[in-house]
């Protein structure tokens, strides 16, 4: 029910004093002294493949995320784009399937339709939520039954997979569910938290995106999505900072009104609605699909007063301020927490 085509990558030419545009990349400018630096740390490395470079130009600009792990996703999009714009050149790709295909999907015995499962919530309980490490199956799951398909997410991001409990069967896999990173604008979630961009730059970071969620279509028990979606929300905020050293504040989803009324959402935990996007989706910067698929806007606070937090908290890096007191210290830190421990308090639609 939800559009993976919005994430959190901008990459745009801004008016500068210098006639040389400065890009932004998922809130990060660079200058044009900083391309000129890129395009040395690429001829030098001319034997090297894009993704190889794409990792030493992040280690030259120190472009890391919150856990330490550079960008180099991101810095790939840059690279390329800065190659169309006639800055630096970079080797071939190095292609491993024909140029425009689709990511390929495999089909295994493991993702063939199971036994029906119907009944009620009750019935199927304890759920039992545990993050994926792999991507296999996921992979294959939700580009075979996921009406959006498969798509590699953008940035950071979060599997899991959910299990139920059955009498006779024991344990069988019901959900997959994905968190990635944040859509980089959406004009009503962006009214509604009321921040201008250069803070929106700053704290994008504290938003989640729930990109893919899915009930296998076997699977008809009912108020397992909005049971599913409650018991991931409670365990959410822990895991994304655990994994990338950053506590979320506010999680979204974008949902097609046109197959899906999104209440298990408002079911789960009276997640809002805030309006519709355009229907661009990122990559359209020159508004050729304006209107052609809007997605209603919902959103969940993960803490009191998120709105407020996200206008007026300036971003604390965790890991790179843990590491910059050790090392001024010559002992370990303790680890720096981004907020209070105390935080908030028929069928349903399917997948997103």
């Known amino acids: 029910m939800t559009d993976g085509g919005l994430h959190s990558l901008s990459l745009q030419a801004g008016p500068c004093p210098d006639p040389s545009p400065v890009y932004r990349v998922a809130g990060r ?157 959406l004009a009503p979630r962006d ?49 994304w900072r655990a994994r990338f050293g950053v506590e979320p504040l506010l999680v979204e989803t974008l949902v097609d009104a046109t197959r899906h009324r999104g209440s298990c959402y408002r079911a789960a935990t009276n997640w809002l609605s805030l309006g519709e996007t355009t229907g661009r989706g990122r990559m359209d910067r020159g508004h050729a699909r304006h209107g052609h698929a809007p997605k209603r806007i919902l959103v969940d606070p993960l803490v009191p007063e998120a709105t407020k937090r996200l206008r007026e908290e300036a971003f604390v890096d965790a890991t790179k301020r843990t590491a910059r007191l050790a090392r001024r210290g010559g002992r370990r830190a303790p680890e720096i927490s981004l907020m209070p421990d105390d935080a908030r308090t028929s069928n349903e639609s399917r997948a997103r």
Not at 51 to 61: D, F, H, K, N, T
Not at 202 to 220: A, C, G, K, T
């Open 191 to 239: 009214r509604w938290i009321g921040w201008d961009d250069p803070t929106r730059q700053r704290n994008l970071q504290r938003i989640v995106n729930n990109s893919r969620f899915l009930v296998l279509p076997w699977v008809r028990v009912r108020n397992l999505a909005s049971r599913i979606l409650s018991l991931v929300m409670r365990r959410l905020r822990a895991d």
């Open 29 to 185: 400018p660079f200058s044009d002294e900083d391309v000129t630096v890129i395009a040395g740390v690429v001829a030098a490395g001319s034997e090297l493949s894009r993704w190889q470079l794409a990792i030493r130009v992040c280690e030259r600009m120190d472009w890391r995320r919150p856990s330490g792990a550079v960008k180099w996703r991101e810095c790939r999009d840059l690279l390329e784009r800065l190659e169309r714009d006639g800055r630096l050149v970079l080797p071939p790709k190095r292609r491993t399937r024909p140029l425009g295909s689709r990511t390929w999907i495999p089909t295994t015995t493991a993702g063939e339709p199971g036994e029906p499962l119907i009944g009620s919530v009750g019935q199927v309980e304890p759920l039992a939520i545990e993050m994926l490490e792999g991507h296999r199956l996921f992979r294959e799951l939700v580009g075979r039954y996921h009406y959006l398909g498969y798509r590699v997410p953008f940035g950071a991001h979060l599997r899991y997979w959910v299990y139920a409990s059955t009498p006779l069967a024991g344990r069988r896999l019901v959900a997959a569910i994905q968190f990635s990173s944040p859509a980089w604008k």
